[in-house]
């Protein structure tokens, strides 16, 4: 019996799911919290931590609760497709930011 097969009980499934809301919770109070806080001097530092909260906290949701970690391998390579195709498209945007074409001014 594989690890995805082995039975679960109902009260420790919806303890994990208790402890992941709560961290979620958790999460998303440190995101509001950072957001108001006086931490560095810009904003940049800012978005940085609330980025790297809001990851810990899709992680939470797509791994725990949308069932995403006990997947199988076709999942992990559609997704790894669809993040490499994301990247990809936010290198595009980014490297066609002042590409205006010819004849054009930019305001």
């Known amino acids: 019996m594989s690890e995805s097969e082995k039975p679960v009980s109902l009260q420790s499934y919806i303890r994990l ?16 919290a950072t957001s108001f806080s006086h931490i560095g001097d810009g904003w940049t530092l800012k978005v940085a931590l609330i980025l790297a909260i809001a990851v810990v906290n899709a992680f939470l949701v797509a791994g725990y609760l949308m069932h ?4 199988k391998k076709l999942i992990y390579t559609v997704l790894a497709f669809t993040v490499f195709f994301f990247i990809g498209l936010i290198g595009l945007t980014i490297w066609a930011t002042n590409g205006f074409p010819p004849g054009t001014v930019s305001h």
Do not use: Y
């Open 68 to 71: 995403l970690l006990s997947e």
């Open 17 to 32: 799911c208790g402890v992941v809301f709560l961290v979620v919770l958790c999460t998303t109070s440190a995101m509001i």
